[in-house]
């Protein structure tokens, strides 16, 4: 598992809240950084009131050679569409895909992080997958390593390749819920079922 070699520009995905796309996100913006500058973005960020909250996700990928941006920031802890419902606020769909395809310079990488899973509802009548698919952007998808990765990875993994989406990886996260020897047996089911590299994130 090489980091460093993943494309660029990269979405981070997942098959759930929680399941610790972050996480993954500073480890491959840390490994890129060696290479040269990083631009992280995060066009949806909800739960928090701004982006310094200890519970937002830009200080945790913050680091040198790294920059961090966040696009709509929203109080509640909900889904994008119903955190900004819950302030009375509808978001612009258009004006945010421009924001989060902004060209950056020459010789930097590009880190995007979704919010939640792929199917996640970001507006009326539109989830992510909607949204992102026409970006034609490469995404790792981040998984729980222990019960209830199988089902939920195979379905995630299936919804984006009928999309067209391109999987340089899934990446097992098993220091989520400590299931590492669980995460041993998984991914060699996952790899007999997959047509994609499926990675097991060390320590």
Same mark, same amino acid.
């Given at each position: %598992?090489?980091?460093?070699?993943?494309?660029?520009?990269?979405?981070?995905?997942? !098959?759930?809240?929680?399941?610790?796309? !972050?996480? *993954?996100?500073?480890?491959?913006? $840390?490994?890129?950084?060696?290479?040269?500058?990083?631009?992280? $973005?995060?066009?949806?960020?909800?739960?928090?009131?701004?982006?310094?909250?200890?519970?937002?996700?830009?200080? +945790?990928?913050?680091?040198?050679?790294? !920059?961090?941006?966040?696009? *709509?920031?929203? /109080?509640?802890?909900?889904?994008?569409?119903?955190?900004?419902?819950?302030?009375?606020?509808?978001?612009?769909?258009?004006?945010? #895909?421009?924001?989060?395809?902004?060209?950056?310079?020459?010789?930097?990488?590009? =880190?995007?992080?979704?919010?939640?899973?792929? +199917?996640?509802?970001? #507006?009326?009548?539109?989830?992510?997958?909607?949204?992102?698919?026409?970006?034609?952007?490469?995404?790792?998808?981040?998984?729980?390593?222990?019960?209830?990765?199988?089902?939920?990875?195979? =379905?995630?993994?299936? #919804? =984006? %390749?009928? $999309?067209?989406? !391109?999987?340089?990886?899934?990446?097992?996260?098993?220091?989520?819920?400590?299931?590492?020897?669980?995460?041993?047996?998984?991914?060699?089911?996952? /790899?007999?079922?997959?047509?994609?590299?499926?990675?097991?994130?060390?320590?």
């Amino acid at each position: %598992m090489s980091l460093a070699s993943l494309p660029s520009p990269l979405w981070v995905l997942g !098959t759930d809240t929680g399941v610790g796309k !972050t996480f *993954v996100a500073s480890r491959i913006a $840390r490994e890129w950084a060696k290479l040269g500058p990083v631009v992280y $973005r995060k066009p949806f960020q909800t739960g928090v009131s701004s982006t310094e909250d200890s519970d937002a996700d830009a200080p +945790m990928v913050r680091g040198p050679g790294i !920059t961090v941006e966040t696009g *709509v920031v929203l /109080r509640e802890p909900l889904s994008p569409l119903a955190a900004a419902e819950s302030e009375g606020r509808t978001l612009d769909m258009q004006e945010l #895909a421009a924001w989060t395809l902004r060209p950056v310079p020459d010789n930097t990488h590009l =880190l995007l992080e979704a919010a939640g899973g792929v +199917m996640v509802p970001l #507006a009326p009548n539109q989830h992510f997958l909607a949204w992102a698919t026409d970006f034609k952007i490469p995404a790792v998808l981040v998984v729980r390593g222990g019960l209830g990765t199988l089902n939920h990875t195979l =379905l995630t993994c299936e #919804a =984006l %390749m009928l $999309r067209g989406w !391109t999987l340089p990886a899934v990446i097992l996260n098993p220091g989520l819920d400590q299931s590492h020897g669980a995460a041993l047996a998984n991914a060699a089911i996952l /790899r007999r079922f997959l047509p994609v590299p499926v990675w097991i994130l060390e320590p």
